[in-house]
């Protein structure tokens, strides 16, 4: 959209090739005209005077009306150019009648019709002034320009009034009509004069500029160029063709170049609502004070010539001019300090809100963290005053640990910035902070400071921090009392000391299974707290989903023997997922020993393993009691149970299955339950399934422990070109972080490259096929998730193995999204750049001797 | 001659209950020790041993630093170290392990099944 628009107003800003041979044209007849001027190479000066100006007259008649056609997507402005050549086209009429009384007679007569064209130019100039698209302005603005508009034409007037106006009027010995049109010129020249000031002082679309300033000139022409030509015929010494005339064709010539001027302007493209209309021309403010000076000037002139009469008239013009003076002095102090006033108080309430606020407010420096201005409440939070603070330097605050944190971010990623993260106090204690950046830019909009607001969230840490610790110490005291406890009754119950009554046998035997509930609340309690705090680090690998739920099923057989149930297993498909199995075995184990307990004597709980999309899908069925619609939600909060005497009765902790849910979840899948009342339940859960290299890995392994080594290897090389030779590429914003991988890995296998952005990083995938990929996810611009994106998008990386190489925690989702190929998931915080050396060592060894066993 | 063991653990109750557990069920000699001073001691005079279950967290000397002290030449490195801990994950499991432990056992045991499960962990 904006391209087009650009390319038009240039071309529209140079003049074509019509407009240049028009102003040179213009010009050349400028030329001829002085030559005439000044060396007469005609004769007949009167009339020849005369016939020079309708030339002028119709250029600028010609000019004017294009320029109106030129207009069509501004009515104000076409508007004005008609009414400017209608003026025009009534001077050129008047003058045609002038020439023709200057042939005719060698007096021309005095008023002739050719002074009423003459009369009305002024009024219809006047009218054109007034159709010019202004800015719409406020009251008090409208009465300072009114006002200076008044001293202007005051100002001008009273030069009028004492050259021409006043002896005019004061003489006689003419008719009253030729005395009435005698008057009516110069005060023509006030209406101009005013239409001037009404151009000038009001606020024009920034495209007109040129065309209104050379209509300002001409006008300054004509105004000048009638007083001097009233003031010849008051004193009778003024002939058509007098040198003065050089002023009119002027004039005309320069409303002929303000009409080519007029660039074009089609519908939809209102200057007067496209432009970005300025502020006043505060030049044009100084207009009424030059005036004023020249009144008074002529009246100190005066006054020294007629010590004891002075020119009354021109004392009351002169007088009233400086009460306008006075007027728009006292308008222009109060608006000045209205406006002054008002934005004190604006910066008086700002500096209260940021000096009150509750938030912590920095602005810094973008260029070096140099602190520009802080408020109480953060100079409060660091324990310095704003004084030492100011001039400072903001690394001295930052906690160490996070001076990576700043060093990542750019004027790209300032906006936005949000994060906890710690500072240094004073005393050298640390400050946990939420810490929200934004850049402040300049009236150019080029970005100056960075402000911080910062909010104080060390009490919330520490609550967290000593929460997590009183819930790990419970866990573990009570755990301790509950082992000795748990071993007592285990030694009794199991008969060490001798076979015990019936009735003691049977409370022990509650005691014990009471211990054991205990025992699981604590051990659910503190993996559900875990799990929520984050804390939980799944160990991600390839395993086969019958292998898990083989697994599980072991676990609880006794479980189920006991109560008769029967476990089956359905396998529709044998996926390898991607998981950490340790916890899909206790997702199991809790979903079968629910089903298990509620299952009915001699029924059946099915588990069934399949494939939904690209992910694995299993299912706990049982024969139960079922749970009723409105609970299907509720079971997986925290202590809830279908029936709170479940509790009691089955010996659940009521966290199961919230915890079974979050470890799901946490694996990126989903979870839910079907349930119909007296028919059963079933439980359903989906898990991420490894690529396909990964898998023929897996079967490898497996195979490899029961057939021969020559199979195993058979099978790793089908894998071998997952691995093939070639390039190690490591994406890395951080300039000695990308220097120190690639001098760590570049040895004589390996051929190491290295790029900053995520662009970058796409570009060189798609150029070098590297082999292994390390990638850093928080890139300047694009992060690395864009880089799997787009790859997964083009799809060139089947081959590549990702080893994604960051500082942020990354949840399951974000694993998920950022799975592709083989990938491995490396934290920065406890992977140094040697390990991954190692583990890109590994990667290659494997690959090579794959590719040398393959071979011989 | 049934084998000898060193369980370390400051809590009474426990090392009488794993005592009677590993003497009567299983087929073991124990050595009980309250602390980690006391159970470096018990090797110098009581020894040789031919495993050791020790607690993890204990006053001043904890079960690492003790293990830590054990493999400074005071116990023969083919003597296994088993930790009992009340502390459960896999992190923890792990750091255990990385420390040289041979195995895990998680508070609260079942002293009837204990004996078992140490042999297992034994047996590799």
Not at chain 2, 3 to 22: F, M
Request: proline share 5%.
């Amino acid at each position: 959209m904006n391209t087009p628009n650009l390319n038009h107003t240039k071309k529209a800003s140079s003049p074509g090739p019509t407009a240049i041979a028009a102003i040179v044209a213009l010009g050349l007849y400028l030329l001829v005209y002085l030559s005439w001027q000044f060396f007469h190479w005609l004769p007949g000066k009167q009339e020849l005077g005369q016939a020079f100006l309708i030339p002028a007259d119709m250029a600028a008649l010609c000019a004017t009306l294009l320029a109106a056609r030129r207009c069509p997507g501004s009515r104000r402005l076409r508007s004005f150019w008609l009414w400017m050549s209608t003026a025009i086209a009534a001077e050129t009429i008047a003058d045609i009648f002038l020439l023709k009384y200057n042939i005719q007679y060698n007096e021309p007569p005095f008023p002739t019709i050719a002074d009423a064209f003459f009369l009305s130019f002024y009024v219809l100039l006047f009218i054109a002034l007034l159709r010019v698209p202004v800015a719409p302005v406020t009251l008090i603005k409208r009465l300072q320009i009114l006002l200076d508009g008044a001293i202007i034409v005051f100002g001008g007037g009273a030069v009028v009034w004492y050259f021409v106006l006043g002896p005019t009027a004061k003489a006689g010995g003419q008719s009253t009509l030729a005395t009435a049109v005698s008057i009516a010129y110069p005060v023509g020249d006030l209406i101009l004069l005013a239409g001037l000031a009404a151009l000038l002082l009001r606020r024009s679309p920034p495209t007109l500029k040129i065309a209104l300033l050379l209509v300002a000139a001409g006008m300054l022409a004509s105004i000048v160029a009638d007083v001097v030509y009233g003031y010849g015929v008051l004193h009778d010494t003024y002939r058509s063709g007098d040198p003065i005339d050089t002023l009119y064709v002027l004039e005309f010539l320069i409303f002929a170049l303000a009409g080519i001027s007029q660039k074009p302007v089609h519908r939809g493209e209102d200057p007067a609502l496209t432009d970005n209309w300025r502020q006043p021309d505060p030049r044009a403010s100084w207009l009424p004070y030059i005036t004023a000076p020249i009144g008074f000037g002529l009246l100190i002139g005066v006054e020294s010539r007629r010590p004891f009469f002075p020119d009354l008239s021109l004392v009351l013009i002169l007088t009233v001019i400086g009460g306008l003076v006075a007027v728009r002095q006292y308008v222009s102090l109060r608006e000045l300090s209205r406006t002054e006033r008002a934005r004190r108080e604006s910066e008086r309430r700002s500096r209260a809100i940021f000096q009150n606020a509750g938030v912590g407010i920095t602005v810094n420096d973008l260029e070096g963290p140099v602190i520009v201005d802080v408020n109480q409440t953060f100079s409060e939070m660091v324990g310095y005053t704003p004084e030492e603070l100011r001039g400072g330097d903001f690394a001295a605050l930052t906690h160490p640990d996070e001076l990576e944190t700043y060093q990542s971010l750019n004027v790209k990623t300032i906006d936005g910035f949000q994060r906890e993260i710690r500072f240094l106090r004073r005393d050298g204690t640390a400050l946990w902070g939420s810490l929200t950046l934004s850049l402040l830019r300049d009236e150019a909009g080029i970005p100056r400071y960075v402000i911080g607001v910062l909010q104080d969230i060390t009490t919330r840490k520490e609550a967290e921090q000593v929460k997590d610790e009183f819930i790990s110490v419970v866990g573990h005291e009570l755990r301790t009392p509950l082992t000795s406890i748990r071993g007592s009754l285990g030694l009794l119950e199991g008969g060490v000391f001798g076979e015990l009554p019936t009735e003691a046998a049977s409370m022990i035997q509650l005691a014990v299974s009471n211990t054991d509930r205990l025992v699981r609340l604590i051990n659910d309690i503190l993996d559900i707290e875990r799990m929520d705090a984050g804390r939980t680090e799944l160990e991600l690998a390839p395993v086969k989903a019958s292998e898990l739920i083989a697994n599980a099923t072991q676990i609880v057989q006794m479980t189920a023997t006991q109560a008769q149930v029967t476990l089956a297993t359905e396998i529709l498909d044998d996926p390898v997922l991607f998981v950490d199995g340790d916890t899909i075995i206790q997702v199991l184990v809790n979903l079968l020993g629910n089903a298990i307990k509620f299952s009915p004597r001699w029924s059946t709980v099915t588990i069934t393993v399949g494939l939904e999309g690209a992910r694995a899908l299993i299912s706990v069925a049982d024969n139960g009691r079922g749970i009723p619609a409105d609970r299907l939600e509720t079971i997986f909060e925290r202590f809830r149970q279908v029936d709170s005497s479940d509790a009691r009765e089955k010996g659940g902790s009521g966290l199961g299955l919230a915890i079974a849910r979050s470890i799901v979840e946490h694996h990126g899948g989903e979870m839910r339950v079907e349930s119909e009342i007296g028919q059963g339940s079933t439980f359903y859960f989906t898990l991420p399934i490894a690529d396909a290299s990964v898998t023929m890995l897996v079967c490898g392994h497996q195979n490899g422990e029961t057939g021969t080594n020559a199979d195993r290897l058979t099978e790793l090389q089908a894998i071998a070109p997952a691995l093939a030779p070639g390039i190690v590429l490591v994406v890395e914003d951080d300039p000695s972080l990308g220097e120190v991988l690639t001098k760590t890995l570049n040895h004589k296998e390996i051929t190491t490259r290295l790029v900053r952005t995520a662009e970058d990083a796409v570009e060189e995938i798609r150029r070098s096929q590297p082999s292994i990929l390390i990638l850093d996810l928080m890139l300047p611009g694009e992060s690395g998730f864009t880089v799997i994106e787009r790859l997964r998008v083009e799809g060139p990386l089947n081959d590549t193995h990702l080893l994604v190489y960051t500082a942020l925690d990354l949840n399951s989702g974000d694993r998920e999204r950022l799975q592709l190929g083989s990938t491995e998931f490396l934290s920065k915080a406890t992977t140094t750049p040697q390990d991954i050396e190692r583990r890109v060592n590994e990667l290659i060894q494997s690959q090579q001797n794959s590719v040398q066993r393959g071979a011989t | 001659m049934s084998q000898r063991l060193l369980l370390v653990d400051d809590e009474d109750a426990i090392r009488t209950i794993a005592t009677i557990s590993l003497e009567r069920i299983g087929e073991w000699t124990v050595v009980p020790a309250s602390s980690g001073r006391a159970a470096l001691e018990a090797i110098q005079d009581d020894g040789p041993f031919d495993a050791v279950l020790m607690d993890v967290m204990m006053p001043e000397l904890d079960g690492p630093s003790t293990l830590q002290h054990m493999r400074d030449g005071v116990l023969p490195a083919h003597v296994p170290v088993i930790f009992l801990t009340a502390k459960i994950g896999q992190a923890e499991r792990d750091r255990l392990l990385s420390l040289g432990a041979s195995g895990v056992i998680a508070k609260p045991f079942d002293p009837m099944t204990l004996p078992e499960e140490l042999q297992h962990i034994l047996n590799g």
